[in-house]
């Protein structure tokens, strides 16, 4: 123990160091000068030891140097794990690094893809955008980070969540806006969703960017069919096969639609037999909805409009089946028959317009018809009819001539003719021209030899022109028409008054006006109805489609009203009375109805005298005996 107490007693020898602050040395020990040190090293680089024991810091480098180093060697241990397949360790080195360097747009691009490698597709989507907003060459980077989000939203898509994966698929195509392949998932994810209204607008801007694409049209087709819109399905279809003539899905649902059409028209056919050409019309627009391309089917609902007295719609049809037919080498026929068919539209519409009194529309109408057929005695026959109810005689008598040239035997068209030069005669006759009306009233004898009165109007003319033998020559004919016609004996009494009826028929000139009326009657035609007409007599019966409709006989409308006045006043009379009487039976039960909601009592409260009064047999006698009646001489008083 000594020995050591008496060591530490020895004195210690102590180490002295100069230093130079300034001007004035200081003297410090060793210890103090290395305590400054380690204090010093200790505020530069804090608890770590690592670079205390550098022997020589100039060749270490700089701080740039360093950090560059380090980062190098993040990306060379990032890029080994990278290709080992150990996505993890890639992915950790690779952030080290771009904690490092922030701006390397290589480390973002290279973690993206580790992250893509492990499905992590929001997190590869994420460092990609931080590329894409960092890199010059956008144009990869973008088709990169679009392709992923492809690949987000396919995930998704496949996982049913359509809405998180149209929105993928949505800014993916943002990116990409010239790329099909991402509008189409969006397409697909919107009809998983039953957005079908989107849908059908995307699908229509696609078809207008790409009109090569059967698919597309296919597509469309089906939309349009959800929608219930037939027609613009079946043309779509139509375009899907000219595109591509073998495609499968839409020959099956081309000959749905045809399959579909055939059924309605012949439920259509069925029920136009039956009479019910309303049901009829409906069931063939179903028809021309499924098939809006066969003629056929407008010619037939043009028919059923036709009957329906719906002209417009009708012309409308049959001009549609010509014009679907004229490419056609098959539809010549349907062709044709449109044709025929429009102009005799034509006809009954202006024969409907003629029976409401608008002859100056039917004129019209008349005019495009014969435009059409030239050839047609009927048309020039309605024509001259509104004229002839406009006014114009002249052009009225024109048409009757062009329709004669076509068929001199017709007799409607040969009385039309006589009863025209009657008027015009009784014109000219009014005038005081009675060569005129002598020459007219003639053309109409010519014309119709059986009327009576046209001999009748003649003979007034003759006998103003004193042409007495030819006048007697017209009334003799006119007995031999009718010997009972009151007016035929008139006008004989006034002309040849000291001559009987009897005288006149057994004269000779009686013989020359038979032989000259048998001759008339036999070169005139037999007036017959004409097919047509009668068929439209019938009620509830239609024109037939090949058949001109005449107008109706304006001289025979003229008698039926004159026939039909009496009879309508008498029942006019007879309807004003019934009413009147049905009047006074409800006011009777109106007044029965309130006295027995009143009850008032049937017993009269006025004073009823009897009307056969019974006398007393005081009051008999009383009144068998003479009543004395007093005489008064001065004043009344007691005699």
Same mark, same amino acid.
């Given at each position: ?25 200081t ?7 290395? %305590? ?10 804090? /608890? ?13 480098? /700089? ?28 992915i950790?080195c ?47 980077? &973008? ?14 898509y ?11 698929f ?40 790409? /009109? ?22 079946? #043309?779509?279809?139509?375009?899907a096969?000219? @595109?591509?003539q073998?495609? /499968? ?32 019309l409906?069931?063939?627009?179903? *028809? ?16 059923i ?8 719609g *009708? ?10 037919s ?5 539809g ?21 317009? #003629? ?32 004229? $002839?109810?406009?006014?114009e005689?002249?052009?009225? $008598? ?5 329709? $004669?040239?076509?068929?001199?035997l &017709? ?25 005129q ?52 004996h008139?006008? *004989? ?10 005288? @006149?028929?057994?004269?000779k000139?009686?013989?020359? &006006? ?38 109706e ?9 004159? %026939? ?15 009413? *009147? ?9 109106q007044?029965?109805?309130g ?15 009897d ?12 009144s068998?005996?003479? #009543? ?12």
């Amino acid at each position: 123990m000594e020995p050591k107490e008496e060591k530490e007693k020895e004195p210690k020898d102590v180490k002295m160091s100069t230093v130079y602050l300034g001007f004035f040395p200081t003297a410090v020990t060793e210890e103090k000068l290395e %305590e400054a040190r380690q204090k010093s090293i200790r505020r530069i680089f804090g /608890t770590t030891d690592s670079l205390r024991y550098i022997k020589d810091p100039n060749k270490v480098g /700089t701080y740039e140097g360093i950090l560059q180093q380090k980062i190098e060697e993040h990306c060379q241990e990032g890029n080994r794990f990278f290709s080992q397949g150990e996505w993890e360790k890639a992915i950790v080195c690779f952030s080290k690094a771009l904690n490092l360097d922030p701006d390397k747009v290589v480390l973002y691009e290279k973690t993206a893809e580790a992250f893509l490698q492990l499905c992590d597709f929001q997190s590869a989507a994420q460092h990609l955008r931080k590329a894409y907003s960092m890199s010059a060459a956008k144009e990869t980077v &973008a088709a990169r980070l679009a392709f992923v989000l492809l690949l987000q939203g396919q995930c998704l898509y496949e996982q049913r969540v359509y809405l998180d994966a149209l929105e993928s698929f949505t800014r993916a195509s943002e990116l990409q806006p010239l790329s099909t392949l991402y509008r189409m998932r969006r397409i697909a994810c919107l009809a998983a969703l039953k957005r079908y209204n989107d849908c059908l607008q995307m699908v229509n801007e696609e078809a207008s960017r790409e /009109t090569k694409n059967p698919d597309l049209f296919v597509l469309r087709a089906r939309l349009y069919e959800h929608f219930g819109k037939v027609t613009l399905s079946f #043309y779509n279809i139509q375009d899907a096969l000219r @595109l591509d003539q073998e495609h /499968t899905e839409a020959r099956v649902m081309l000959s749905k639609w045809k399959r579909r059409a055939q059924k309605a028209k012949d439920q259509a056919v069925n029920k136009a037999v039956k009479g019910s050409l309303k049901t009829a019309l409906l069931k063939i627009n179903q *028809a021309i909805e499924y098939n809006p391309v066969d003629a056929g089917y407008f010619l037939f609902r043009g028919s059923i409009l036709r009957r329906l007295k719906d002209f417009g719609g *009708a012309i409308d049809d049959y001009l549609k089946a010509v014009d679907l037919s004229q490419g056609d080498e098959e539809g010549h026929e349907v062709r044709s028959e449109g044709q025929k068919q429009v102009l005799r539209t034509y006809n009954d519409f202006a024969v409907h317009c #003629y029976a409401r009194g608008c002859y100056e529309e039917a004129v019209l109408l008349l005019n495009k018809a014969i435009q059409g057929e030239k050839s047609e005695q009927g048309l020039y026959v309605n024509r001259g009819d509104c004229f $002839l109810q406009l006014g114009e005689r002249h052009f009225a $008598l024109e048409d009757y001539r062009q329709a $004669l040239e076509l068929k001199p035997l &017709a007799p409607s068209l040969q009385k039309r003719v006589a009863r025209l030069h009657n008027e015009m005669g009784l014109q000219e006759f009014r005038e005081r021209r009675y060569p005129q009306a002598e020459s007219l009233f003639s053309q109409a004898i010519e014309h119709n030899p059986r009327e009576l009165k046209y001999y009748l109007h003649r003979a007034k003319s003759r006998m103003f022109l004193q042409e007495v033998m030819g006048a007697k020559e017209d009334l003799v004919t006119a007995l031999l028409l009718d010997p009972k016609r009151e007016e035929a004996h008139v006008l *004989a009494n006034n002309f040849f008054p000291g001559e009987s009826i009897h005288s @006149l028929l057994n004269s000779k000139i009686c013989t020359l &006006a038979k032989a000259l009326l048998n001759r008339r009657l036999e070169a005139s035609p037999a007036y017959e109805v004409p097919a047509s007409r009668e068929r439209l007599e019938g009620r509830g019966k239609e024109p037939p489609n090949d058949a001109y409709v005449l107008n109706e006989d304006p001289g025979k409308s003229r008698l039926e009203k004159k %026939e039909k006045k009496p009879q309508d006043h008498e029942e006019r009379r007879l309807a004003e009375r019934l009413a *009147a009487c049905q009047r006074k039976a409800n006011e009777v039960n109106q007044e029965l109805k309130g006295v027995r909601e009143k009850k008032v009592s049937l017993r009269p409260a006025s004073v009823r005298l009897d009307p056969n009064p019974h006398l007393t047999e005081r009051e008999q006698r009383h009144s068998e005996e003479p #009543y004395h009646w007093r005489k008064f001489t001065q004043g009344i008083g007691p005699s």
